[in-house]
């Protein structure tokens, strides 16, 4: 099927319609490969008739015959042609369905075309469930049976796809298939990641599948080999059976849940937790719009996907790629509804330039959501501090361009911490004394200010001195 007139006559004897960008689906052209021979059934509703058509089909690339493409694109239908199905027919049938003769009688069928279709089945659902068991229920000699992590939900990698040159995408399922526990549109996973030095570390990643999607998890890592070594390691071991342990999904990005409008601003691989909030706000019939931003469009994460899911409601912008539109960030602020929740995901320069284009005209900073991926840079006015460690026994000196948290990990103090972003708050710490500036975006103000909660990570003291109690 496909949307009205996709199938088109090209002379008396051939027809054709058009394979969009985005189904990959095998049945579509693999499966024509294989055999060429194709059967349409094409109903006459009001005329109580089916035409019947036997034909041989042929696949047309794009490149091979862009005149043939062009004819079978459908104004109507924006998704691109990707290759053409050209079928030359050899035979066609009118017939009443109430006086259609079977070529075959019911013994036949059974004897000469299922019996043999059954035993084939039977060999292969054998294979599969010896190659499942050899990759998921049994130990291979890669994962030996380990399983990495010791939270509550139980994962074993089911799927492994490369979207591009430094990103992957990992499809996560429930080792026996059950469905997994929800979770809503910004949500992260905290992976346990085995480190080269021997060390299990966790590393928090977006949740950008479809939050309506019981069945599986879908995260996608970006290889970054001057990072904290979490996420080229975790390129390295994860391999389809690897099983894991991870802690229930969490939101500290959460999506609005009321009918304001909402604009989304990706940057990179920052397209992770928006895709799963696009997703959520297109079936909710909410009024949105998503713009992804990448230097090229080969490095932008779920293009295509987005592309075919989405429709006009995504817009894309390259920063280095000749030819292709750029972001201008105060074009995307204008004329927004005064109601509009904007949502920014990305590197420090993406969200500041949000925040500087939003200051220009005028818009509360409350409406703005971000996560930022990476530490905030120093600030001109940053200065050395003392820190003091009331439960160590320490006290510190920090360096401006340094943080309080690589401090005290430099002087042999045990502190807990993850992103080193001041998104996640696993640094976050008792505050004592002191007046701090926090630079965090994930404490609330009763964190701050009721329990005086301050994430060493990237938060300073606006004087001389803070007293922590670590």
């Known amino acids: 099927g496909g949307p009205p007139g996709f199938l088109k006559v090209l002379d008396e004897r ?16 693999g499966n024509l490969q294989a055999d060429d021979r194709i059967a349409l059934i094409l109903m006459d509703y009001p005329n109580r008739r089916r035409l019947k058509i036997w034909a041989r089909a042929k696949v047309t690339d794009e490149a091979d015959d862009p005149a043939l493409i062009a004819r079978l694109e459908m104004p109507s239908y924006r998704a691109r042609v990707e290759r053409a199905i050209v079928l030359a027919v050899e035979a066609y049938d009118w017939n009443c369905p109430q006086h259609i003769t079977p070529r075959y009688t019911e013994a036949e069928v059974g004897e000469q075309l299922l019996a043999p279709l059954e035993r084939k089945l039977a060999r292969l659902e054998q294979e599969n469930q010896r190659l499942k068991f050899r990759s998921v229920g049994a130990p291979s000699e890669k994962n030996s049976g380990d399983i990495l992590g010791d939270g509550p939900v139980e ?28 979770w809503t ?17 966790s590393r928090h ?20 080999d001057q990072g904290r070594g979490g996420s080229a390691a975790l390129h390295r071991t994860f391999a389809l059976g690897t099983r894991l342990r991870c802690a229930l999904p969490n939101n500290r990005f959460p999506l609005h849940e009321d ?22 706000l297109q079936r909710d019939g909410r009024e949105f719009a998503l713009h992804a931003i990448a230097p090229t469009p080969a490095e932008l994460p779920f293009r295509s996907e987005l592309a075919a899911e989405l429709g006009p409601a995504v817009h894309f912008w390259s920063t280095r790629a000749p030819g292709q539109p750029t972001p201008d960030l105060d074009r995307l602020l204008q004329d927004l509804n005064p109601d509009t929740v904007i949502y920014v995901c990305g590197p420090t320069r993406l969200l500041e330039g ?5 200051r220009r005209q005028d818009i509360d900073p409350t409406r703005i959501r971000f996560e930022r991926f990476g ?52 640094c976050a710490v008792k505050l004592l004394a002191g007046e701090p500036e926090h630079r965090d975006t994930v404490l609330s103000a009763a964190e701050r200010d009721r329990a005086g909660l301050l994430c060493t990570c990237v938060s300073r003291a606006r004087g001389d001195l803070l007293v922590l109690d670590l």
Not at 185 to 201: C, E, I, K, Q
Not at 354 to 358: F, N, Y
Not at 375 to 396: I, K, Y
Not at 409 to 414: F, K, S, T, V
Request: glycine share 10%; hydrophobic share 45%; charged share 20%.
């Open 14 to 29: 051939t027809i054709g319609y058009a394979d969009f960008r985005g189904n990959v689906q095998y049945i579509s052209v």
């Open 155 to 182: 994962l074993v990698v089911s799927g492994i796809r490369q979207l591009t040159p430094t990103v992957r995408a990992y499809e996560l399922r429930a080792p026996d298939g059950a469905p997994l526990p929800e």
């Open 185 to 201: 549109p910004g949500a992260h996973l905290a992976m346990p990641v085995a480190l080269d030095d021997g060390r299990t570390a």
């Open 205 to 224: 990643y977006s949740l950008s599948g479809d939050p309506a999607r019981a069945d599986h998890y879908l995260i996608a890592v970006r290889r970054d």
């Open 259 to 280: 009918k304001r409008p909402a604009l989304l601003i990706a940057g990179g691989i920052g397209i992770t937790p928006l895709r799963a909030m696009a997703l959520a």
């Open 354 to 358: 949000v925040l500087a284009a939003a």
């Open 375 to 426: 530490a905030p840079p120093p600030e001109a006015g940053d200065h050395p501090m003392t820190v003091e460690l009331r439960r160590s026994g320490q006290t510190l000196q920090v360096r401006a361009d340094q943080s309080i948290l690589d401090a005290a990990l430099a002087a042999g103090i045990h502190a807990l911490y993850d992103c080193k972003a001041g998104v996640c708050g696993t």
